[in-house]
Nanobody, 125 residues
Framework: QVQLVESGGGLVQAGGSLRLSCAAS????????MAWFRQAPGKERGFVAC????????YYADSVKGRFNMSRDNAKNTVYLQMNSLEPEDTAVYYC??????????????????WGQGTQVTVSS
């Protein structure tokens, strides 16, 4: 089992940047694929990005491609989401997730994932 704690959210103007972090407990962090999801008010939680165990492969939702970059530091048990050129439509609670594979994390319901508590990102116009 792994416990996840997100940080780095806040209020930013459109066009600005934020970097989210997700710190994981445990010594098996490097065995987990990791992902970011987000949930805007009144909407379902949706996939944003994910990364495999080694950090060599990433996937992004079309809405964030070219603006967001996900990375991980297995020595620090931490994943990051660098968000640039933020838009008001990016406003949401952002959640970190850990799973057996990027395939599982991107599957409907994110099969078997562990979740953090979320961090609020608000982008003003």
């Amino acid at each position: 089992q792994v416990q996840l704690v997100e940080s780095g959210g806040g209020l930013v103007q459109a066009g600005g940047s934020l970097r989210l972090s997700c710190a994981a407990s445990g010594r098996t962090f490097s065995r987990y694929a990791m992902a970011w999801f987000r949930q805007a008010p009144g909407k379902e939680r949706g996939f944003v990005a994910c990364i495999n165990c080694t950090g060599g492969t990433t996937y992004y939702a079309d809405s964030v491609k070219g603006r967001f970059n996900m990375s991980r530091d297995n020595a620090k048990n931490t994943v990051y989401l660098q968000m640039n050129s933020l838009e008001p439509e990016d406003t949401a609670v952002y959640y970190c997730a850990a799973g057996a594979s990027t395939y599982d994390l991107r599957s409907p319901g994110s099969r078997g994932a562990y979740w953090g508590q979320g961090t609020q990102v608000t982008v003003s116009s």
